[in-house]
């Protein structure tokens, strides 16, 4: 089993996953601002510090077999703290996976970061900052598994999904739980080749995909 660095495990899908690879048998670093967010999870591999990701956060990466990057500013701040956690504090993360020697860092990205001008709303700063923190990860040298989830909902996940884009708009989301369950697929996965997938409901397993 790995010792994981997920950074956002208090998010939406952090939290999530963090359980999730807690019932995998892996061993999780969880470096997150407010360390009462995780205070209900009780597990021995579970290891809480407190960090805010716009201080120097170097320190958690030794060790880490696996970095999972799945901190978000949020749809409640403005693109001073996309720019801050969506880009710069990627763009860190990556830097100091590659000081540490990480086996392999995991990337939650967003369905729009492969080509942010092909979108024309208020989410494009949101996407523009996904997608130099992908590009840096790309160009680092790291093995890395890039996932591009559709729009996220707050409902029970299927374990199953697609990787080609829909021809409906509508149909492009997916339960932010299938997105913790492929992050974990991620961890697990033996392959050394890089990869960018979109995910989005499907009828595909999700072990399948990985």
Same mark, same amino acid.
Not at 31 to 44: A, H, Q
Not at 117 to 130: G, R
Not at 175 to 194: G, H
């Given at each position: ?12 899908? &952090?939290?999530?996953?963090? /359980?999730?690879?807690?019932?995998? %048998? ?5 470096? +997150?601002? =407010?360390?009462? #967010? ?62 540490? &020697?990480?086996?392999?860092? /995991?990337?939650?990205?967003?369905? %729009? ?5 092909? +979108?024309? =709303?208020?989410? #494009? ?86």
């Amino acid at each position: 089993m790995a010792n994981v660095l997920v950074i956002g495990a208090s998010g939406q899908i &952090g939290k999530q996953a963090t /359980v999730k690879l807690l019932d995998a %048998g892996h061993k999780v670093l969880a470096p +997150v601002r =407010s360390p009462d #967010k995780l205070s209900d999870i009780e597990n021995d591999s579970l290891t809480v510090v407190e960090q805010n990701l716009e201080d120097d956060f170097s320190a958690h990466f030794d060790g880490a077999d696996v970095v999972v990057f799945t901190a978000g500013s949020g749809g409640n701040t403005g693109a001073e703290k996309t720019i801050m956690i969506d880009l710069w504090a990627a763009r860190n993360a990556v830097n100091y996976a590659k000081d540490a &020697g990480t086996p392999k860092f /995991v990337m939650i990205s967003s369905i %729009g970061a492969g080509d942010p001008d092909a +979108v024309s =709303s208020e989410i #494009k700063p949101y996407l523009v900052a996904k997608h130099m923190a992908d590009e840096h990860l790309i160009n680092s040298g790291l093995h890395h598994v890039i996932l591009r989830p559709g729009t996220l909902l707050n409902e029970p996940g299927t374990h199953l999904v697609r990787t080609d884009m829909p021809d409906n708009k509508d149909d492009a989301v997916i339960p932010r739980e299938d997105v913790a369950t492929a992050i974990v697929e991620s961890v697990a996965r033996e392959s050394s080749d890089n990869i960018i997938t979109y995910l989005f409901k499907g009828d595909t397993p999700i072990s399948q995909v990985f």
